[in-house]
């Protein structure tokens, strides 16, 4: 019975048998690896072997007849496949490439920013820090850094890197935000009693505020920054860098505590009205509700005055790399957003306050026109009486 390959199975074999002539004539081509030749002859070759011996008997060829001669001749599959291995790279088992270590991005620069006063003396803190205080670059008055370590007067810029030094860089705030530079963890605590010792209206554990960040840097970087989750990629760190990030991260860790104390009176005016949904009526004082009058006030004004939340940076005025620096912590940290949420709940108080204030008037003024009442009720009972004892004294 004689035996007929499918059609596709004589393609297979035709070209295989084609390739092997080729490289018979060229055995330079097939023993030396190249990018193209190896992988399609090696593939021709395994796609020949494993075809059927009936297929191969189509072409008149016998299990030890000139293919398995070729075979035999030459090297190992493995081997081949080895040398084109290490020729042009392989892919892992799942698709994609090897993961390659970019060797130009430096250790990272933690970043912690702290808020646990309301007022800093930054005079005070800089004339008894002065070998560590660094001259400041632009006209801001409200905050100074200070370098610990190295107190050489150069400065970190294009020259030098603040990855892997033992430098720490302090900037400290007149509001009474803290953020440290390549501060390790056991260190912390000794750069904020520095501060301390200057501040005023410290506040307590648990509403003092805190948050952490991460600075990259890589010369080789093709951009001047790029951004990621939880960090920002720079080619280099420099005094100004310091500066501008700083200034972010010190007003996004004092509005955290600022939306704290907003969201505690937001709290207070609930229950309230829950009471007074409850009873129809409220119980709260005058002086507590004047009390909460003035926290809300001094709590906006303290967010557009002393944060300058609306107020730009120097520095980001002067150069376009560090306005993009500031631009984008602005928008990571949300800081448009999260004051725009604080403002809708102070108009939530303030709301609730003018209607505190509006029953407690009312309250006053029932109680005033009472008075005035028995005021006149007692008055009338005086004349009845004076009239009374005259009509029985003439009598």
Do not use: C
């Given at each position: 019975?004689?035996?007929?390959?499918?059609?596709?199975?004589?393609?297979?074999?035709?070209?295989?048998?084609?390739t092997?002539?080729?490289l018979s004539?060229?055995?330079?081509t097939?023993f030396?690896?190249t990018?193209?030749?190896?992988?399609?002859?090696h593939?021709t070759?395994?796609?020949?072997?494993?075809?059927?011996?009936a297929?191969r008997?189509?072409f008149g060829?016998?299990?030890n007849?000139?293919i398995?001669?070729?075979?035999s001749?030459?090297?190992?599959?493995?081997?081949?496949?080895d040398?084109?291995?290490?020729?042009?790279?392989?892919?892992?088992?799942?698709?994609?490439?090897d993961?390659?270590v970019?060797e130009?991005?430096?250790p990272?620069?933690?970043?912690?920013?702290?808020f646990?006063?309301?007022?800093?003396?930054?005079?005070e803190?800089?004339?008894?820090?002065?070998?560590?205080?660094?001259?400041?670059?632009?006209?801001?008055?409200?905050y100074?850094?200070?370098r610990?370590g190295n107190?050489?007067?150069?400065?970190i810029?294009?020259?030098?890197?603040?990855?892997?030094s033992?430098?720490v860089y302090?900037?400290?705030?007149?509001?009474?935000s803290?953020?440290?530079?390549?501060?390790?963890?056991?260190?912390?605590e000794r750069?904020?009693?520095?501060?301390?010792e200057?501040?005023?209206g410290?506040?307590?554990?648990?509403e003092?505020?805190?948050?952490e960040y991460?600075?990259?840097?890589?010369p080789?970087?093709?951009?001047?920054?790029?951004?990621?989750?939880?960090?920002i990629?720079?080619q280099?760190?420099?005094?100004d860098?310091?500066r501008?990030?700083?200034?972010?991260?010190?007003?996004?860790v004092?509005l955290?505590?600022?939306v704290?104390?907003v969201?505690?009176?937001v709290g207070?005016?609930?229950?309230?009205?829950?009471?007074?949904e409850?009873?129809?009526?409220?119980?709260?004082?005058?002086?507590?509700?004047?009390?909460?009058?003035?926290?809300?006030?001094?709590?906006?004004?303290?967010?557009?005055?002393?944060?300058?939340?609306?107020?730009?940076s120097?520095?980001?005025w002067?150069?376009?790399?560090?306005a993009?620096?500031?631009?984008?912590?602005?928008?990571?940290?949300?800081l448009?957003?999260?004051?725009?949420?604080?403002?809708?709940?102070?108009?939530?108080?303030?709301?609730?306050?003018r209607?505190?204030?509006?029953?407690?008037?009312?309250?006053?003024?029932?109680?005033?026109?009472?008075l005035?009442?028995?005021?006149?009720?007692a008055e009338?009972?005086?004349s009845?009486?004076?009239?009374?004892?005259?009509s029985?004294?003439?009598?």
């Amino acid at each position: 019975m004689f035996f007929h390959p499918s059609p596709s199975s004589q393609t297979l074999i035709l070209r295989s048998f084609r390739t092997l002539i080729s490289l018979s004539s060229n055995p330079i081509t097939l023993f030396t690896p190249t990018h193209h030749a190896v992988p399609h002859f090696h593939q021709t070759l395994t796609r020949f072997s494993h075809s059927s011996p009936a297929d191969r008997q189509f072409f008149g060829f016998s299990p030890n007849g000139v293919i398995s001669k070729w075979f035999s001749s030459l090297p190992p599959a493995a081997a081949v496949v080895d040398a084109v291995e290490r020729d042009v790279g392989v892919e892992d088992e799942s698709g994609g490439e090897d993961d390659v270590v970019d060797e130009d991005v430096k250790p990272s620069i933690p970043v912690k920013a702290y808020f646990f006063s309301t007022s800093v003396n930054l005079k005070e803190l800089t004339d008894q820090n002065r070998p560590n205080y660094i001259q400041p670059t632009s006209r801001m008055t409200n905050y100074v850094v200070l370098r610990f370590g190295n107190t050489k007067p150069e400065s970190i810029g294009l020259g030098a890197s603040l990855s892997g030094s033992d430098n720490v860089y302090m900037v400290v705030f007149q509001y009474g935000s803290v953020v440290l530079f390549n501060s390790r963890e056991h260190e912390t605590e000794r750069y904020l009693k520095i501060v301390k010792e200057h501040a005023s209206g410290e506040l307590s554990e648990q509403e003092m505020r805190k948050d952490e960040y991460e600075v990259k840097e890589k010369p080789t970087l093709e951009t001047w920054m790029e951004g990621g989750l939880d960090y920002i990629m720079l080619q280099y760190l420099n005094i100004d860098g310091i500066r501008t990030i700083g200034s972010v991260l010190g007003q996004s860790v004092a509005l955290d505590y600022y939306v704290w104390q907003v969201d505690g009176m937001v709290g207070e005016f609930t229950d309230i009205n829950r009471g007074m949904e409850k009873t129809g009526t409220f119980t709260m004082k005058r002086k507590k509700l004047f009390q909460l009058v003035g926290k809300a006030n001094s709590n906006l004004a303290d967010v557009i005055l002393k944060l300058g939340l609306f107020e730009r940076s120097d520095i980001a005025w002067k150069d376009a790399k560090y306005a993009q620096i500031w631009e984008y912590l602005r928008d990571e940290f949300e800081l448009t957003q999260r004051f725009a949420s604080l403002d809708f709940k102070l108009k939530f108080v303030e709301h609730n306050i003018r209607f505190l204030q509006e029953i407690l008037q009312n309250r006053k003024s029932d109680f005033l026109e009472w008075l005035i009442i028995i005021l006149i009720g007692a008055e009338i009972l005086i004349s009845v009486y004076d009239i009374a004892h005259k009509s029985v004294t003439s009598l």
